[in-house]
């Protein structure tokens, strides 16, 4: 045993020495414009590994870090009973704004804002009933670049079935679904096409029941495929890599991706993605930290087509037919001009 | 069987540290329970899994603090490498080392009296209440612990290795919250309702293996696993019904519990510590009454530690088990009125987070005996208590708790390993009483 913890020390300190040999910084090069403002997130039980919108949110807060120089810091809940410590905690440490991520935590916030009424909240994905006046509530209305993608996706099917499904039926998932169904139904209207959508009914569809397994997202991706959908929509998280997986091993198919442009966070797929549906947490986490260092604003930021804090990504040349990609245009401006209602709902 | 595999163990250790391995001897050989080996299908394992789980709970409370005090040591190695000071401050390491010393200090310094400052006391806090308030958070965090650990230590002594606390809570946090939200009680009965409600669902829900287990033999493991699945899929299925949402909103989480049914604060309004504390603290008593001085108690214990002559001295194992699972159940039951009760007062599907298993190490490191159950649930509510200080004031990530916990496990699953570490004699086996 002595000798395992020697070796182990060995091997430590001699790791230690080859990354030691770079020269020391200069002292008194502090970053210039560093600001007197702290900005501080607090993730859902998901953590901010978790592939999806507390990731995205979190990058937002390290841009701010770099940008535009502001401190923060941040607190990864792992149970429900985290959340209220959490914030407190952050009350405590000094933060000027604290962001929090997600539904789940609409009550912790909403108390936490009432006890301090001098600090500033923001909360990602989430709406209030009665505005409360320091917290900015940051939501998108995913469906109408889902709306899109459904459109495109419609006209690129060559076996006229095309899919999506969810991982939980919550609402910040389904608008997704629901978009994509009422582009393809606007399709069929248009263009006179048959297209039918599989996982969604406009009220209920396929969901694989987390964000996590992976397989489940191969193996519902892989029963679509099998009744001659040829592209898929995974709104899932990191499940959605699950579909990709059986999307490129069947071949003649596509995938849409979700959140971020896939073709870019998930490149091993980026062959078979037709678009993504971009949902810009990021960019709204941000901009929100961004604008209240100078004045903070209550105002519900909301990400639209028309603000690009949603969109679609680039197709890749000659899947989409032409006279589809050119229509995509208009319906953007129809949307934008609120002519075109981008859900089933409506 | 089991002889030999201590054997193996014992000789693994011997060539390297001959001077701890000589007075470990009497307790790596105890004399395994024979009684059960003939002509029973399947006793063979679970003699075998009997013995192993009464090691673990035979390690001594020495080896217990020392274990916490190897976790605390190796987490503060962690801490050391996990801060972007010092890997920052080593990379010109040989240029000007006394940075990275310096880094380190600070690191460590940082890390625990954040701890501290999160966990037990705050000198930093303006008043009284906020010096004290860290230590009242300890208290909640540890409130399910308690519940959840008593419950899981009964079915440990019994001999059941019960996994599904997780289930059990989250059906009891169910009902409980049902009741709580749906149901309009005048003050006192309606919070009495819930609680009753909590308890009910852990009931069921720890009856089900339980009466698996007595009837037909099937393995609680297993089923208890399965069933926290069920369980869980269960919740998240209801949460997408109208019945459990809020009015006008889709997502999955129910309207807050009416304030009738809420417990209320044990210390006024600065702090969160509300009186499902006291009541976990009353099941404590409650349950060191049933096992040690209860004759359900005594049944208990010896089918625990013999099935098969506790069944010879007619005793009715059948019913013990069963018995024993619904008890555990409706404690584990209980645990979930903390957070849909106490704390949070909403059901969603992360509500156990990881509570029901948290709950299996806080009743391992208390030794199944509920004043250890308390103390355990109260260093781990302190430990979850810390995290948030951790990341925030120290800026350290979360997953250094959980390591920390973790590593606490490891040792005291392996009392030999943390006896050859700070060479403790092979304490005496005290325990024959207990078992």
């Known amino acids: 045993m002595k000798n395992t913890i020697r070796f182990g020390a060995v091997a430590a300190a001699s790791a230690l020495a080859l990354a030691a040999c770079s020269s020391a910084p200069e002292d008194g090069d502090a970053p210039e414009g560093a600001e007197d403002y702290k900005a501080c997130m607090v993730s859902d039980a998901g953590g901010f590994d978790d592939a999806s919108f507390n990731q995205s949110a979190y990058e937002g807060l390290q841009r701010a870090a770099d940008e535009l120089g502001v401190e923060t810091a941040e607190a990864e809940s792992t149970a429900e009973s985290d959340y209220g410590p959490n914030l407190e905690a952050q009350v405590d440490a000094g933060c000027d704004l604290i962001i929090t991520v997600g539904f789940l935590l609409g009550d912790a916030t909403a108390a936490a804002a009432e006890a301090n009424p001098e600090v500033n909240f923001a909360i990602v994905d989430f709406g209030y009933d009665e505005p409360i006046d320091n917290v900015k509530p940051l939501f998108f209305e995913t469906d109408e670049a889902a709306f899109l993608a459904g459109y495109a996706a419609a006209g690129a099917s060559a076996t006229g079935t095309i899919s999506t499904f969810g991982g939980i039926n919550i609402p910040t998932v389904s608008i997704f679904m629901d978009g994509f169904l009422a582009g393809a139904n606007r399709y069929n209207e248009d263009m006179g096409g048959d297209v039918t959508v599989l996982g969604w009914d406009g009220s209920d569809g396929s969901f694989t029941g987390d964000f996590e397994n992976q397989t489940n997202g191969q193996n519902t991706a892989q029963g679509f495929l099998d009744q001659g959908a040829d592209i898929v929509m995974p709104v899932a998280g990191p499940v959605g890599l699950g579909a990709a997986q059986a999307v490129q091993s069947a071949g003649d198919a596509w995938l849409i991706g979700v959140d971020s442009d896939w073709s870019q966070s998930a490149p091993d797929y980026a062959d078979v993605v037709l678009t993504s549906v971009l949902k810009n947490i990021s960019n709204a986490v941000f901009d929100t930290i961004e604008s209240s260092i100078t004045e903070f604003s209550n105002d519900p930021y909301v990400g639209t087509l028309e603000n690009e804090g949603v969109g679609i990504a680039e197709f890749p040349e000659g899947v989409v037919p032409d006279e589809v990609v050119s229509e995509l245009d208009t319906l953007r401006d129809g949307i934008i001009a609120g002519d075109i209602e981008p859900s089933t709902a409506g | ?435």
């Open chain 2, 1 to 435: 069987m089991s002889g030999e595999e201590k054997g193996g163990a014992a000789e693994e250790r011997t060539p390297n540290e001959p001077e701890a391995a000589s007075p470990a001897d009497p307790e790596t050989a105890p004399e395994p329970p024979r009684a059960d080996a003939p002509g029973d299908p399947g006793a063979d394992s679970g003699s075998r899994s009997r013995t192993v789980l009464r090691e673990i709970l035979e390690s001594s409370t020495l080896v217990v603090i020392m274990a916490i005090v190897a976790s605390l040591a190796i987490g503060g190695l962690l801490i050391v490498f996990a801060d972007e000071d010092v890997r920052e401050a080593a990379t010109y390491f040989f240029s000007r080392p006394a940075d990275t010393f310096q880094a380190m200090g600070d690191a460590l310094g940082g890390a625990y009296s954040a701890m501290f400052s999160g966990a037990v006391l705050n000198f930093n806090a303006n008043d009284f209440s906020g010096v004290i308030k860290p230590f009242t958070q300890t208290l909640t965090q540890a409130t399910p612990l308690i519940f959840a650990g008593l419950g899981l230590g009964i079915g440990f002594r019994a001999g059941l290795f019960n996994i599904g606390a997780q289930g059990q809570l989250l059906i009891g946090a169910t009902l409980g919250a049902y009741v709580g939200f749906a149901w309009h009680l005048p003050w006192g009965i309606h919070l009495l309702v819930a609680i009753v409600g909590c308890a009910l669902g852990g009931a069921i829900w720890g009856f089900i293996p339980g009466f698996l287990k007595a009837r037909t033999g099937a393995h609680e493991v297993i089923v208890t696993i399965m069933l926290n699945y069920i369980a869980l899929n269960l919740v998240a299925w209801l949460l997408t019904l109208d019945a459990f949402q809020r009015e006008g909103s889709d997502n999955p989480i129910t309207p807050i519990v009416d304030e009738t049914a809420q417990y209320p604060l044990l210390l006024g309004s600065d702090f969160n510590l509300h009186w499902g504390f006291v009541l976990a603290l009353a099941c404590a008593a409650g349950v060191w009454w049933l096992m040690e001085r209860s004759t359900l108690g005594f049944e208990f214990r010896a089918v625990g530690a013999n099935p098969h002559a506790a069944r010879t001295a007619g005793m009715n194992v059948t019913k013990a088990y069963i018995l024993v699972m619904v008890i555990a159940g409706a404690l584990a039951g209980l645990a979930g009125s903390a957070p849909v009760l106490g704390t949070e007062k909403v059901l969603t599907t992360a509500t156990a987070g990881s509570l029901g298993f948290d709950a299996i190490t806080v009743a391992l490191l208390g030794r199944s005996r509920p004043l250890g159950t308390v103390m355990a649930a109260i260093l781990f509510g302190g430990l979850r208590a810390s995290g948030p200080t951790l990341q925030v004031q120290a800026g350290l990530p979360v997953d250094i708790v959980f390591v920390i916990q973790a590593l606490i496990v490891l040792f005291i699953a392996a009392p030999p390993l943390v006896r050859s570490i700070f060479r403790l004699p092979a304490p005496a086996h005290e325990k024959e009483v207990a078992a």
